[in-house]
């Protein structure tokens, strides 16, 4: 193999790792962002069972007042 094959080669490889890294970088960015939002989703429901007052409204086993 001469060495302008081999530079090729390399060249080749390096680029395939480059595009991987990549994809990599995306994806363990949407992970964050999914994990952020299951979190506070989270605190939501903890705060509903906890008996705080979620952000989105009533408590689910509450009455409401006509009752």
Do not use: C, F, I, N
């Not at 970088?25 to 939002?37: C, F, S």
Request: proline residues 4%; hydrophobic residues 35%.
């Amino acid at each position: 193999m001469s060495d302008a094959e081999r530079l090729t080669l390399l060249e080749e490889r390096y680029a395939h790792l480059q595009r991987h890294v990549g994809q990599q970088d995306k994806a363990m960015l949407g992970l964050g962002e999914e994990v952020a939002k299951l979190r506070q989703e989270l605190l939501v429901l903890r705060a509903q069972v906890t008996g705080g007052t979620p952000e989105s409204g009533e408590a689910a086993d509450e009455r409401p007042p006509h009752y």
